[in-house]
């Protein structure tokens, strides 16, 4: 599992809701919120897959962050548990997605200049 900066991601997000220019971004990270929420409804995996498609074929650093992740050494801070394993692959995508995008906002505003300086650990 990959851990990003809070403080980097909290700064992205109200800068995406401040910044008219960032409408877009809003609206995609709006849509996998709703993916998130509708996924165990009729149609729910379907439509997830279908959005995590859309986004990682619209944001291409989604994959450079898991790809940059990949290297990262694992380690587990004390106190720090991981996600619940049951989980269906697709909310993980979905969560990777909306990292993702925060991680190209970060970039495309010159707040980082790396993917590495978003990822804080990988467990």
């Given at each position: 599992?990959?851990h990003?900066?809070?403080?980097?991601?909290?700064?992205?997000?109200?800068?995406?809701?401040e910044?008219?220019?960032?409408?877009?971004?809003?609206?995609?990270l709006?849509?996998?919120?709703?993916?998130?929420?509708?996924?165990?409804?009729?149609?729910?995996?379907?439509?997830?897959?279908?959005?995590?498609s859309?986004?990682r074929?619209?944001?291409?650093?989604?994959?450079?962050?898991?790809?940059?992740?990949?290297?990262?050494?694992?380690?587990?801070?004390?106190n720090?548990?991981?996600?619940?394993?049951?989980?269906?692959?697709?909310?993980?995508?979905?969560?990777?997605?909306?990292c993702?995008?925060?991680?190209d906002?970060?970039?495309?505003?010159?707040i980082?200049?790396?993917?590495e300086?978003?990822?804080?650990?990988v467990?």
């Amino acid at each position: 599992m990959i851990h990003f900066k809070q403080n980097l991601t909290n700064q992205a997000l109200s800068m995406i809701k401040e910044q008219k220019e960032l409408s877009d971004v809003l609206s995609d990270l709006s849509r996998i919120e709703q993916a998130k929420n509708d996924l165990y409804t009729h149609d729910g995996i379907q439509r997830a897959q279908n959005l995590d498609s859309e986004m990682r074929k619209k944001y291409p650093i989604i994959d450079v962050m898991l790809n940059t992740a990949n290297r990262f050494k694992p380690m587990v801070p004390a106190n720090v548990r991981s996600a619940p394993m049951n989980e269906p692959e697709e909310m993980t995508r979905l969560q990777q997605d909306r990292c993702g995008i925060i991680c190209d906002t970060l970039l495309k505003k010159q707040i980082t200049s790396s993917v590495e300086e978003y990822i804080d650990y990988v467990d």
